[in-house]
């Protein structure tokens, strides 16, 4: 018998999302699934471009394929963790770097905007969005516009930046980096769905 899983409030069965189809659903493997998430997004974090106050990172592209993997509540959680431990130590915010300090300084918004980013791309993969290139590509624009709805006010209230000051600092030159990672995350997710689909089909004619 496996623990109920963690994202089911409700009665009846969990909604299926794509690591659901690879993985049995339990609260181990939830767990397990989190911190995979929350690794995948440190991984990321590393592969940056140097900027200052905010550099270009792979962490955006993470957070919308965890988000859209794992579901709202497991998505989530996935940042939360990221942010946490990063926050009590571990080098796996840009550059290696870690502590209070990151999430307290000008980039923290972008980090906290990354919880409710994957809770969106996660809502969306729920209800089925992700399945098809256009739905996955609004679901992962919107996760995006998040992240810096989140993290622009947060940089302006860091550095006492105006609003163009904190548009050229923040925003522009994120953007066509940003619709480069939603692109690709639109690709691939609905291309592995698709996989998936002629796997079932396959396995049901054999």
Partial sequence: MTSAPLDTPFSGAPRLTLADRLVTRSRAGDLALIATGAAVTAVAAQIAVPLWPVPITGQTLAV?????????????????????????????????????????????????????????VGWVAERAGDRRVLGAALSFLGGT????????????????L????????????????????????AAAIPAVWALLSRRDENTTRG
Wanted: net charge neutral; no cysteine.
């Fill in 64 to 120: 919308l394929l965890v988000g859209s993997t794992l579901g709202a509540v497991r998505g989530a959680l996935s940042m939360v963790l990221y942010a946490v431990l990063g926050i009590v130590g571990l080098p796996i915010f840009s550059d290696g770097s870690a502590g209070l300090s990151i999430v307290a300084g000008p980039t923290g918004g972008y980090i906290i905007g990354f919880v409710f980013a994957a809770a969106l």
């Fill in 145 to 160: 516009v998040v992240t810096f709805a989140f993290g622009l006010p947060w940089l302006a209230a860091s550095l006492g």
């Fill in 162 to 185: 105006t609003l163009e000051q904190t548009l050229q600092s923040g925003l522009y030159p994120f953007i066509i980096g940003g619709l480069v990672k939603s692109a690709l995350a």
